[in-house]
Structures are given as C-alpha cells and as structure tokens.
C-alpha cells in the first residue's frame, strides 16, 4: 500500500470487483485503445473477481503489479496503475485514470509512488517505461513531469507481420516511449 499526500494505492481486494468494473465499462471507448487487452478481460461485472484474482497471483510473484488508486479524503476509487517488469532491468508503467479525475495532478501523483517503489528493492529496476499514443498530450505532459524522457515512436511493424493482411484496425497514432534512468537519488 502505498500514501502519497491525496491518493492511496494499494492491490486490489475482492470486494473492489464492482467499482474496478464500473469504471472499466464507463470507460471502454476512452481506453479500447491502450488498455484492449484489460477490456476483453472484463466484459461483464461476472468476469471481474477472476481478473482481480488474477492481479493477486501476478503480484505473489512478482510478474505484475496492479493497484488501484483511491482518493484518501473521500474513499473514491479514480483508477488504476500498473508496473511490470521486463527483462534487462527495465519495468513498463501503465496507468488510466476515470475521465472525472484527469486534470488535477492525480496521474504525477501516483506516478511518482510507482516509480518509487518500481526502483525500489521490491523490483530493482534500473529504468522505467512508459508508452503512449503521439496524440497524448496530457500523458506525455506527465511522463516528463517525473524526468522521463522521450525516446521516439516505436517501430511501425510491417503489414507482412500482421496476423491478417484484412486486419480492419482503425489506424492509431504513433505510439512514443518515455524513459526514466535509475540515479543515485531514486
């Protein structure tokens, strides 16, 4: 569990099946492209408890890390990051936030704890990645509020590679990287 000055977060419990859920479904058109693979995996309030359940798992063994992000005043659950570590020392964050708590710093907030504790002992990362869309101003704004730094878009991958040459994704922005480096003060 982790307290910053307005938010907590913490693992989720069984009992945050409801809200977890409701904010995904409230959400679905702002997060069906960065967050897919969380959305098919949360159809329906029935598949919730599974999921959460499965964030537990991950998190006993270290494969990944899943919180939710409450505010501390009132109790309302706002979102959720996630950290997951990769090889070479490097751990990705992702994070969404309901659309009712963008643009009050809450993001910067519990960003900083996740950086936190992703070069802490429990992790041991020696670099942090973020990934969003070109497009995504804010979420850039907030990288670089927390001293990551641009690397670029990523690697567009050739239509040969692609599951279906009648894939009928909708084209996406340019997805860029976002780099923070362990120093000697993290």
């Known amino acids: 569990m982790f307290e910053t000055a307005r938010l907590l977060l913490r693992p989720y419990e069984p009992a945050d099946a409801t809200d977890f859920f409701t904010l995904l479904d409230q959400s679905r058109d702002r997060l069906k492209l960065s967050f897919p693979d969380r959305l098919r995996a949360v159809p329906t309030l029935a598949t919730a408890p599974a999921q959460l359940a499965a964030f ?22 706002i979102g959720d990051i996630c950290l997951m570590p990769q090889r070479h020392g490097q751990a990705e964050i992702g994070y969404y936030l309901a659309a009712e708590a963008e643009g009050h710093g809450y993001a910067r907030e519990a960003l900083a704890a996740v950086c936190a504790f992703g070069f802490g002992p429990a992790v041991g990362a020696q670099q942090l990645l973020i990934r ?55």
């Open 56 to 77: 537990a798992d991950d998190w006993r063994t270290g494969r990944f890390y899943v919180l939710g992000i409450w505010l501390r005043e009132t109790g309302t659950y």
């Open 132 to 186: 969003c869309f070109a497009n995504n101003a804010r979420a850039q704004a907030v990288a670089r509020a927390l001293g990551f730094t641009p690397q670029g878009p990523e690697p567009e991958r050739p239509a040969w590679l692609r599951l279906s040459f009648w894939d009928s994704r909708p084209p996406q922005p340019p997805i860029l990287h976002f780099l923070r480096l362990r120093t000697a003060g993290d």
